[in-house]
């Protein structure tokens, strides 16, 4: 049995089949990056694991505990959410406060941890990042790139099982990405279990576990980054690479 487990995931937007049946599963420690053309369902994907969107069909286990992602029961999307994390492309900060106080937010209100605590934990989580110089920054103070390392911080503050990153690089200026995809390699050398979805071929070769190509809402190849990107066995994710520009494992893109 995998430490997370995702089971009939299926997700519509009115009358388009996003993700069609989706199972798949993820151990611990695993980097997995979703790759695959825009609108074929990785972003939502990530959405339902947090229960962002309501799947109409839907299971997602993690460590042996079981959870209906169709739930309306608040509880049970707080107990979800206790044990996934999301890291969005528009960083999604409260611009009212600083970076120090942005890290302890869900500490403090959702863990319900003591401030002393809570402030000890985002001082090292923001260390981790980068970003201790930045402590009393508010977000209009800070680049993307600084901001979006700060929601890394945030998110791994929180101690998830799983993190979801959602194009952490997409919002940002081509001169940021690369502080951005730095601190993204710090914590998957860590032995943080990731689901990533991202356009930064170069790095999903340097960094994931396993690369999974979506296409029309389902997986249809699976392996990796070495399978997936110098030996695809799959028609459609050839002419999906050649038409990004990867051939033979070397991106012209980036």
Request: proline fraction near 3%; include cysteine; glycine fraction near 8%.
């Amino acid at each position: 049995m995998s430490y997370i487990e995702i089971r009939g995931l299926s997700k519509r937007f009115g009358s388009n089949l996003v993700l069609d049946n989706i199972d798949l599963d993820i151990e611990k420690g695993q980097v997995v990056a979703l790759i695959g053309p825009s609108g074929t369902g990785k972003s939502t994907l990530l959405r339902c694991l947090n229960l962002l969107e309501k799947p109409e069909n839907g299971t997602v286990r993690i460590g042996g505990e079981e959870y209906n992602l169709t739930t309306r029961s608040a509880k049970e999307k707080v107990r979800l959410r206790s044990r996934t994390e999301m890291v969005f492309q528009q960083f999604n900060l409260f611009k009212q406060r600083n970076a120090l106080a942005n890290v302890m937010e869900g500490l403090t209100v959702v863990k319900k941890i003591k401030k002393k605590d809570a402030r000890k934990i985002a001082l090292e989580k923001l260390d981790k990042v980068g970003m201790s110089d930045r402590l009393y920054h508010y977000p209009r103070h800070l680049s993307g790139g600084q901001q979006q390392r700060v929601a890394i911080a945030r998110a791994l503050a929180m101690d998830p099982e799983l993190l979801l990153m959602d194009e952490p690089t997409s919002a940002l200026d081509p001169e940021l990405v690369g502080e951005v995809l730095q601190t993204v390699r710090k914590i998957a050398s860590e032995g943080n279990t990731i689901l990533l979805v991202t356009h930064e071929m170069n790095f999903v070769k340097s960094v994931a576990s396993r690369v999974i190509f979506l296409e029309n809402g389902k997986i249809v190849a699976d392996g990796t980054a070495s399978d997936v990107f110098e030996k695809p066995q799959n028609q459609r994710l050839k002419e999906f690479l050649i038409n990004i520009n990867v051939i033979d494992g070397v991106d012209y893109n980036i």
